[in-house]
């Protein structure tokens, strides 16, 4: 593909909405790009897609593939939309109901490729009312793609899937968008997640009455809305807990090698090294994000002994933030990591009697320290063979 094609703009959104949520969005998306939608459950995110998709009432213009689309119904518009709900179908085999919305195409897409890797290949006999919910959600995917359409609405695909479906899916999300020149909007709530799916993120801010959808880089739109979690006065105290038990940070790292012996990576970050669980499906040299939770490492003033492959990162205090977790006081700790892509701000929670132990303070230099096992490797995950 070339890099016209890929710079496309295949989606432009310019539409409000006024319930359940009054909220508008203005956005464009290139080819093989996907924006993933940062909001609390109740923000209205379903009643966005709906109303994209044509389900529901908006004003304003959505375009696809230059093609104005508001004024289309649903089953014309250029859009397919994959939806939390479970298959409305019971009485039928997976092949009968692929071969169903086969022939409801014009032109079908050809999804022959996808069925292997999203696991489905000895499903195709198996009555639909026996998938479960991860398998459902699925075969959804894939029979959203039959339509080729080149906008994906993806609202929780990857809702109940372990942790090798999700890489099959997300690898068959990013070859259906290079194939068919396509873009996706995806609503999704597990950082990692968002992390192996998103080029962008739309956060929702607060204007007037109205709340207004703002497209971020993919590690600025999660600090960002991981903070307005915290700080939020209208957050209930569980909630407030549970981001700060949540709380995501992430910087780049470059693949070095893979010690398969000891079921490690390693990774070279700026002028330093750290390790994580073997992640083989990344190559050497490849540049990937690595994600920690704030209460999975710790801060030293000084180095320690090197022992058992514990990561040691020099880094320098930037803020210090009072937060609770799991009802127990602490401290929400920002420090800055230097990496060949620029600095990036790392989160770390420590309880109070450890920040009075350690009186951590602006601008000093500490240790990141953490095992492993507490640092996750996101990255993008392809289907090799067209």
Not at 51 to 74: D, K, M
Not at 108 to 119: K, T
Not at 250 to 279: D, K, M, P, W
């Amino acid at each position: 593909m070339t890099d016209v094609a890929f710079k496309d703009t295949v989606a432009d959104f310019n539409i409000t909405i006024e319930q359940p949520v009054k909220q508008h969005l203005i956005c464009s998306l290139e080819s093989q790009h996907i924006a993933v939608l940062l909001a609390p459950s109740g923000a209205g995110k379903t009643s966005l897609f709906n109303a994209i998709a044509g389900l529901s009432q908006c004003l304003g213009n959505i375009q696809v593939a230059a093609e104005p689309q508001e004024r289309l119904p649903t089953y014309q518009r250029h859009i397919a939309y994959v939806t939390q709900s479970a298959l409305p179908f019971s009485g039928i085999t997976v092949a009968k109901l692929i071969k169903l919305v086969t022939q409801q195409q014009a032109t079908p897409f050809d999804v022959s490729w996808a069925i292997e890797p999203l696991g489905l290949s000895d499903k195709l006999t198996t009555p639909c009312q026996q998938l479960s919910g991860g398998q459902k959600q699925r075969v959804a995917l894939l029979l959203a793609m039959l339509k080729g359409a080149p906008l994906l609405l993806l609202d929780e695909v990857l809702c109940g899937l372990d942790q090798t479906s999700k890489r099959h899916c997300i690898a068959v999300i990013r070859h259906y968008l290079k194939l068919a020149n396509a873009a996706a909007l995806v609503a999704c709530h597990q950082f990692e997640d968002i992390l192996a799916l998103a080029d962008s993120t739309l956060l929702q801010l607060k204007q007037g009455d109205n709340q207004v959808w703002q497209a971020y880089p993919v590690e600025s739109g999660l600090r960002h809305y991981q903070q307005a979690g915290l700080s939020s006065e209208q957050q209930q105290a569980v909630k407030a807990v549970r981001s700060a038990s949540e709380f995501v940070s992430t910087f780049s790292a470059t693949v070095i090698a893979h010690h398969y012996e000891l079921g490690l990576s390693e990774y070279q970050v700026g002028q330093q090294r750290c390790f994580t669980r073997l992640n083989a499906h990344h190559t050497e040299l490849q540049t990937v994000s690595l994600m920690l939770r704030a209460n999975r490492v710790g801060l030293a003033k000084n180095a320690l002994c090197q022992s058992s492959f514990v990561n040691q990162l020099k880094v320098q205090i930037e803020h210090i933030k009072e937060v609770s977790w799991q009802g127990e006081k602490g401290t929400l700790i920002s420090v800055r990591l230097p990496t060949h892509a620029g600095a990036h701000l790392i989160n770390v929670w420590i309880t109070h009697l450890s920040y009075i132990q350690l009186q951590p303070q602006l601008s000093q230099t500490w240790y990141l320290i953490g095992k492993a096992d507490a640092m996750h490797c996101s990255g993008r995950y392809e289907i090799v063979s067209d």
